[in-house]
């Protein structure tokens, strides 16, 4: 379908999921989209882009962002970018998702909900208090009326992105709130990143998922070849982390570790793209990347 076949109601707009690290933001852009599109893991911190997802139906096409979870002390230049690019998403959003596990507590929260005050004078915010298939449903209800106390929020909703739990209601919620306006993206898209971002992404969760302390937070990975051939993708990538001490931690010992990576990361890439996956990885040492400019740059944080 081309971009200018679409009814004179159409409705588009941009949707921003903020909330704080491990909110479950990850896991509910993949809940809205049907399929696994962002990397979600336990550890805190996990997104460290601006991640489009998008839904399309004749009617109307709806372009969600996942976004890092908001830190309020930024310790690394890489903590400042993931920060700019919660705040571009806020201001490019028609409508905001305000993600809060349900254990958070509004009044731990002060300048979150400041800010939250000053966002709703312009645009609708929809709190989401998340993860209540693991509390009493009267924790939840009482979560809910704290947080309304400190924000007008447009609308607020219990939901469990993990099980599914609400997220059609959300929709039809979303469909009342978004403007009427032409198609952003063609009919067919689904994000906005490449394939090989996603690669590096799925790289990254298995590092996640396989390490403790600081690895996970010390790593950094960049896909530097991808050859798509007709019966094998072909991925090599490099993973940097900051010190000769962490690369011998992620080798580990005789290489046992960086090759069930390897094994568990092919798995997944395999999965997201539906063919047969060779995956080559080196480690190397960029000293101090999360700090500088120029390592940044040179890993996609522009
Ligand atoms: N029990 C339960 N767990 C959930 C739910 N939603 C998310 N989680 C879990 O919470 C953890 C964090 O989920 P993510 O989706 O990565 O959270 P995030 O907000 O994207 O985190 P960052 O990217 O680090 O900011 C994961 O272990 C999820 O499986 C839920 O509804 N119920
Ligand atoms: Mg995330």
Known sequence: MLIEDYPPHHKAGFISIIG????GKSTLLNALLGEKLAIATAKAQTTRHR??????????????SDTPGIIQQ???????????????????????IFL?????????????????SRIIQEKPILLLIN??????????MARIESWKEKVPFT?????SALHLFNIQGLLD????????????????ALTDKPERFFAAEIVREQIFL????????CSEVRVVEFKDKPDILAIRVEIFVERDSQKAIFIGHKGQMIKKVGIAARQELEKFFGKKVFLEQHVKVEPDWRTKQASLDKFGYD
């Open 20 to 23: 704080k690290p491990n909110a």
């Open 51 to 64: 991640i489009m997802g998008i839904i399309n139906s004749p009617e109307y096409q709806i372009v969600y």
């Open 74 to 96: 930024p310790k690394y230049k890489l903590h400042e970018r993931m920060m700019t690019y919660v705040k571009e998403s806020l201001a490019d959003s028609d409508i905001v």
């Open 100 to 116: 809060a596990d349900v254990q958070d507590d509004p009044l731990q929260e002060p300048e979150l909900t400041e800010r939250l």
């Open 131 to 140: 993860k209540i298939d693991l509390v009493m449903q009267e924790f939840a």
């Open 155 to 159: 609308a607020v909703s219990a939901i």
């Open 173 to 188: 919620t979303l469909l009342e709130h978004l403007p009427i306006h032409p198609p952003y993206f063609p009919k067919d």
């Open 210 to 217: 396989n390490y403790e302390q600081e690895i996970p937070y």
